[in-house]
Every structure is written in structure tokens, then in C-alpha cells.
């Protein structure tokens, strides 16, 4: 396996769940700061078997503004920072601190029958703050993502669900890749929801030496509690059931959530 030292990140999914393919009102914003703690004890290899030994630690450290441009227009920018180590068979131990800066846009398409979004931003990132890393080098990334959302009842209960497919222009040598991100909530009385999450990754079949074609499948389950009008709180963890060339990783995050 080439690319040994695999190292999957949440890439923001806390924020993108949050806000999901709803836009905020003119004038308005929000702010999702998350901390998200992972490990993994192996490595799927490049038959889908978790046999690869591997010692993997991460602390991803974000912080998503949001803002309403127009009703139909929210622009958002995440700052992150990690320190993550890994160490693989074929690997040394590599340890790396990094920051990485995400902007972008998403535009509401219509709000008929649910809603239809556009999103694009562009990243910038330090080796632990992309999907796949090998080594410690950087790499840039344009996305262009597709969300739709809608409101339903259950048993009486508020609930949404989300679906996002977004494709991932990445700087050579990692190569591209084609998230899709599914999202559930149910509010179970006034100020508790629960949330169940998938988060999925297929890179594309034109990675260069040291990369390598993989895939990522995370299931997250979390409580989003509403602590007042302006600040939430949810505390979830997530594991990979399954993938290729990818960490059986784990961990737990929190994210506070603050809004006008």
C-alpha cells in the first residue's frame, strides 16, 4: 500500500451539517467551533480489510463563520489547525502541526419543495488538513457541492435531513475526489435533537506516486442540546465500519454553536 500513511480527516463536516442547504437571513450569522478528537489502531488495506497495523492520533481544531450576504447568498470561512501523528508498517512515525483556511460561498437555488443550494469554496491547507496525507506536504483544494434539505415530521417530532454530493479538485499529486455527506435530525423535545450523519469519500483514479486510489465511510451519532436562544451544544462520535486504503478511525467531537 503506497500510501501508507492515509490520514482521513472530518474535513468540516460539523459545520456543513449544521448549516446544511439552508442560507441565513440578510444581515445574519452563526459560528460552529468544533473540536474533534480521532484515533485509529489500523488500516483498511487496498482489499477493504482492516489489517494494516498503525499507531494514528488527531486533534482538529475549527472554527466556521457564517454569514448572510443576501437571502440567498451565505458566505462562510473555516480556519482550522491540527496535530496529528501516524505510523504505519511501511511508514515512520511522522508528527505535524498544521493550519489550513477555507472560503467560500452558497447560494440558494430554489425553496420549493425543500432546499436546493450551491456551494464552492477553496482551501488551503498544511498536509493534516486535507483528506490524505503522505508525508507532511500541503496541498489546495477547490470544491463545488450540491445540497439539498427538507423539514418532515415523525411521531410528532421536528426533524430535516440533508444530502450533499460535492466534487473535490485537489492539487497534484493527491488526487480528486467525490464526497456525499447524508445528515438526519429529530428533535426529541424543545431543546434536545438527535443527529445521525454519514460522511463518505471516493477519490478519483488519478493520484500520482506516493497517492493511491482510496475510500472513506464514517457514521457519526450526536445530541445537539439548545442551551439558550444564541448557543447549542453537540457532542457526538463517529467511527469507519469500512474503506480502502483508509484509517479504521474513531473519535468523539464537540461543537458549540452560536447564532444571532
Given at each position: 500500500?503506497?500510501?501508507?500513511?492515509?490520514a482521513l480527516a472530518l474535513t468540516a463536516s460539523i459545520a456543513c451539517a449544521n448549516a446544511g442547504a439552508w442560507?441565513?437571513?440578510?444581515?445574519?450569522?452563526q459560528v460552529f467551533t468544533a473540536?474533534?478528537?480521532?484515533?485509529?489502531?489500523?488500516s483498511f488495506d487496498a482489499a477493504g480489510r482492516p489489517?494494516?497495523?498503525?499507531?494514528?492520533t488527531?486533534?482538529?481544531l475549527q472554527n466556521t463563520f457564517e454569514y448572510g450576504l443576501t437571502s440567498a447568498i451565505t458566505l462562510f470561512a473555516t480556519p482550522a489547525y491540527v496535530m496529528a501523528k501516524v505510523q504505519t508498517p511501511t511508514v515512520?512515525?511522522?508528527?505535524a502541526r498544521d493550519a489550513s483556511f477555507e472560503a467560500g460561498a452558497r447560494l440558494m437555488l430554489f425553496a420549493h419543495l425543500g432546499k436546493l443550494a450551491?456551494?464552492?469554496?477553496?482551501?488551503?491547507?498544511?498536509?493534516?488538513?486535507?483528506?490524505?496525507?503522505?508525508?507532511?506536504?500541503?496541498?489546495?483544494?477547490?470544491?463545488?457541492?450540491?445540497?439539498?434539505?427538507?423539514?418532515?415530521?415523525?411521531?410528532g417530532h421536528d426533524g430535516f435531513a440533508d444530502l450533499q454530493i460535492a466534487q473535490r479538485w485537489i492539487a497534484h499529486p493527491r488526487p480528486n475526489e467525490t464526497p456525499l455527506d447524508l445528515t438526519a435530525?429529530?428533535?426529541?423535545?424543545?431543546?434536545?435533537?438527535?443527529?445521525?450523519q454519514s460522511f463518505n469519500i471516493v477519490s478519483a483514479g488519478d493520484a500520482a506516486a506516493p497517492y493511491t486510489y482510496y475510500r472513506s465511510h464514517k457514521l457519526e451519532l450526536s445530541v445537539v442540546e439548545k442551551l439558550s436562544r444564541h448557543w447549542s451544544l453537540q457532542v457526538g462520535a463517529f467511527y469507519s465500519p469500512a474503506g480502502q486504503n483508509a484509517l479504521v478511525e474513531r473519535g468523539v467531537s464537540v461543537s458549540l454553536w452560536t447564532q444571532d
Open positions: 500500500m503506497r500510501c501508507a500513511a492515509v442560507t441565513l437571513p440578510h444581515g445574519h450569522w473540536v474533534t478528537q480521532s484515533q485509529a489502531g489500523r489489517s494494516v497495523p498503525t499507531t494514528f488527531k486533534l482538529l515512520p512515525l511522522t508528527i450551491l456551494q464552492t469554496s477553496y482551501k488551503t491547507a498544511g498536509a493534516f488538513d486535507l483528506s490524505v496525507s503522505a508525508g507532511r506536504a500541503s496541498g489546495r483544494q477547490i470544491e463545488l457541492r450540491l445540497l439539498y434539505g427538507t423539514n418532515f415530521k415523525l411521531f435530525g429529530l428533535w426529541l423535545t424543545r431543546d434536545t435533537m438527535v443527529m445521525a
